[in-house]
């Protein structure tokens, strides 16, 4: 009763932001998102009938508290499905993406952990059965089921049979390129989770933000079957601006750019004025990534490796989804 999954992190261009459950993880509006091949979770689940507990390392470390409730109450429900909740788990993860940090840990690092848990404990699941299981780990982490470009649904029912992500077009449609500017691996002050909740509840242009993403949408899908990579830069990067407005307006207001990302937001639009394209989005962190194509890598990474406070760019393609070691 043994498996290991690696799954890779994503960037979301239509943003998820806000729940309708909190316990489902059942969003508020659909999102689209890249699967990115530079940051990734490995993650190795066995079963054992002589544990009383689960145990979970992450990067060789034993992880207690919040932490490793978040991934107990996950295996509860990998074993509630399974029909085996005689088992605990030993958990060992490895994460090669900073935790916490705005990159989508928790995306790579549920969705192989929702994969190695069902083989291991032994389910067969299809893809949009295990992005429906992932997705109750963690939001994200079920478009991570997927390589390429990948929309999560947010569904209608209350069940969220229905709230799953779908692909779009495989990673080898198209050569486009993404450069994380990094600044910060210190963990947030606001996670995600808090910081939607927040803004959900008490921010006056969160409706707005909702209404807004069906026109972002339909817009982005057509730039990307047809490569129109202007058009999908300009709605990703005024999608991220609209999503972090919603935190300025929300009580109390909370932001989680630093002085660095003004700067990167900035040598991205003098890219843009010197011919060059490019386009930044942001999720719920400090660190910046930046949309451009194949031909301008130089130029883009000379142009973010000049800026003060940036302390490493890292270098993505279209990733692919799922896969078993």
Avoid at 6 to 13: F, G, K, S, Y
Avoid at 42 to 65: P, Q, S, W
Avoid at 92 to 106: I, K, Q, W
Avoid at 287 to 315: F, W
Wanted: charged share 20%.
């Amino acid at each position: 009763m043994k498996a290991t999954a690696r799954a890779h992190t994503n960037i979301a261009l239509i943003k998820y932001w806000g729940k309708r459950d909190r316990s489902l993880i059942l969003p508020m509006n659909n999102s689209l998102s890249l699967t990115l091949d530079g940051f990734y979770t490995e993650t190795t689940v066995e079963f054992h009938d002589y544990l009383t507990a689960d145990v979970f390392y992450l990067n060789n470390d034993c992880i207690t508290g919040k932490a490793y409730q978040r991934v107990t109450s996950f295996l509860d429900r990998v074993r509630e499905k399974a029909g085996r909740t005689d088992v605990y788990a030993e958990v060992h993860s490895v994460n090669h993406v900073p935790t916490a940090a705005g990159l989508a840990s928790s995306a790579s690092g549920f969705s192989a952990l929702a994969a190695a848990a069902s083989k291991a404990i032994g389910m067969q699941l299809n893809n949009q059965e295990l992005s429906v299981l992932t997705r109750q780990g963690s939001g994200s982490a079920c478009r991570s089921v997927y390589g390429g470009f990948v929309e999560w649904e947010k569904g209608l029912k209350e069940d969220g049979s229905d709230s799953h992500a779908i692909p779009i077009v495989p990673a080898n449609h198209w050569d486009i390129r993404v450069a994380a500017a990094v600044m910060s691996s210190d963990a947030k002050k606001i996670l995600s989770r808090e910081g939607m909740e927040r803004t959900v509840n008490t921010s006056s242009f969160y409706p707005s933000w909702v209404e807004s993403i069906p026109a972002d949408l339909i817009t982005i899908k057509k730039g990307i079957m047809h490569k129109d990579f202007e058009k999908v830069g300009s709605i990703a990067e005024a999608n991220c601006l609209r999503m972090h407005a919603t935190t300025l307006a929300a009580h109390p207001p909370f932001t989680y750019w630093q002085s660095t990302t003004f700067l990167i937001m900035e040598a991205v639009r003098d890219l843009r004025s010197s011919g060059v394209p490019a386009y930044f989005t942001i999720d719920a962190g400090p660190n910046v990534k930046v949309l451009y194509l194949p031909e301008d890598e130089e130029t883009v990474q000379h142009k973010l490796r000049s800026i003060a406070g940036v302390r490493d760019v890292i270098v993505s393609k279209p990733g692919q989804g799922i896969s078993y070691v």
